[in-house]
């Protein structure tokens, strides 16, 4: 189009035509000026839809890396929960036995003071019976050296006696029959 209105301008007519041929020729220079910025700015706007393009793909990948980062962490935390959940359950389970522990050790230690008195008692009873025990060892001993001194006292004195004694007459040891008594 532009080809045949320079066309027609040079080959046209004179005068006022070609004033406003002129003027049509700085008209259309003006708008070929106008048309060359338009295309440079539409250049820079499919520049920068480019851009906006591949930052909206990038944005995407983020928002599909971020969903999946989202769903692992959402799954991390549903296994910590229950992870906890269940050492929670253990906790709880641990206090009871503490708890059952603590009583039993209660009654142990109330079993372990009683038996100690026990023993208490029976180490005291058992002094008292080692005491007594050597009480009668000892009277034993003095009536075992009373006994001996006495045998001895005895026998001496039934020698003493023997030898003082005179033998029967033989009348009586006929009448006792203890004929064989002093052989």
Excluded at 13 to 19: S, T
Excluded at 47 to 69: H, I
């Amino acid at each position: 189009m532009r080809l045949a209105i320079e066309s027609y301008i040079t080959h046209g007519e004179g005068g006022k035509e070609g004033e406003d041929l002129t003027r049509a020729k700085e008209d259309l220079t003006l708008k070929d000026s106008e048309i060359a910025r338009l295309k440079q700015q539409l250049l820079v706007k499919e520049q920068e839809g480019e851009d906006v393009t591949k930052n909206l793909t990038n944005a995407k990948e983020d928002l599909t890396r971020a969903k999946e980062d989202l769903s692992q962490l959402k799954a991390d935390a549903e296994l910590k929960w229950r992870e906890t959940n269940q050492l929670r359950s253990e906790i709880n389970q641990a206090k009871r036995e503490l708890e059952t522990s603590r009583s039993k050790i209660e009654q142990l230690q109330t079993d372990i003071d009683t038996k100690r008195d026990e023993a208490y008692q029976a180490c005291n009873e058992a002094e008292s019976l080692r005491r007594d025990q050597d009480h009668y060892k000892d009277t034993l001993a003095m009536k075992d050296k009373q006994i001996g001194f006495l045998e001895g006292h005895v026998a001496q004195l039934t020698q003493s006696i023997s030898q003082f004694a005179l033998n029967p007459g033989e009348e009586e040891i006929k009448k006792k029959g203890w004929w064989k008594f002093w052989k």
